[in-house]
């Protein structure tokens, strides 16, 4: 689809209530981290950067092992533990290069994230240019979202004590919506999720 829309996977946390590095975790043929990755390549974005935090050895190792078969790179987030979710969404804006016009944000453990809703966002992006789309199922966002380069600078710019929801949210006028299935909503926090979602 296109070098115009890279992808940033939010891959830092620290997996306490998992207790254990939860994108090394098996998933099918794969790794929760591995099939996420497969799906956003899938969907052919051909920039996908891997932003890490906890357990950094371990999950950069797993990046470059996909990277013999994907389009995939890691980016530290020094900021992981302090900074919260806003932080690694800037670590990976600041690392991305001049050519794409937008970056999807998705989830390092969604695992069920599906090839036609990635497709569907980006095809909603190209088709109307909207600042930001989001999947939606039964009116609520989730996971992954699009933001547009025109975007970037306030995110970049915004202290990394906020809470993007509540930023996103002064935005809502001019965010485009498209349907997708419940999968937007369920990522792996527990064991309890893990064993009840695991393929």
Not at 5 to 12: D, E, F, G, K, V
Not at 90 to 101: D, H, W
Not at 134 to 159: E, M, Q, T, V, Y
Request: charge should be negative.
């Amino acid at each position: 689809m296109t070098r115009e829309i890279n992808a940033i996977l939010l891959a830092a946390g620290e997996s306490r209530r998992m207790g254990q590095p939860k994108l090394l975790l098996p998933w099918g043929k794969t790794t929760v981290l591995g099939q996420v990755v497969a799906m956003f390549a899938a969907a052919d974005i051909e920039d996908i950067l891997v932003v890490t935090g906890g357990a950094r050895e371990n999950v950069e190792e797993l990046v470059a092992d996909l990277a013999k078969d994907y389009p995939v790179r890691a980016v530290y987030n020094p900021e992981y533990a302090r900074g919260e979710m806003l932080s690694s969404i800037q670590a990976g804006f600041s690392k991305l290069g001049p050519e794409p016009r937008a970056a999807l944000i998705g989830l390092g453990d969604q695992p069920q994230v599906l090839e036609t809703t990635i497709r569907a966002i980006c095809s909603a992006y190209l088709r109307t240019e909207a600042p930001l789309v989001f999947p939606s199922f039964k009116n609520r966002r989730g996971h992954p979202w699009l933001a547009s380069r025109s975007f970037w600078a306030d995110i970049l710019a915004l202290p990394q004590s906020t809470n993007p929801r509540h930023f996103i949210n002064n935005y809502r006028g001019r965010i485009e919506y498209v349907d997708a299935d419940e999968s937007i909503l369920q990522d792996l926090d527990t064991p309890e999720d893990y064993q009840r979602q695991r393929p």
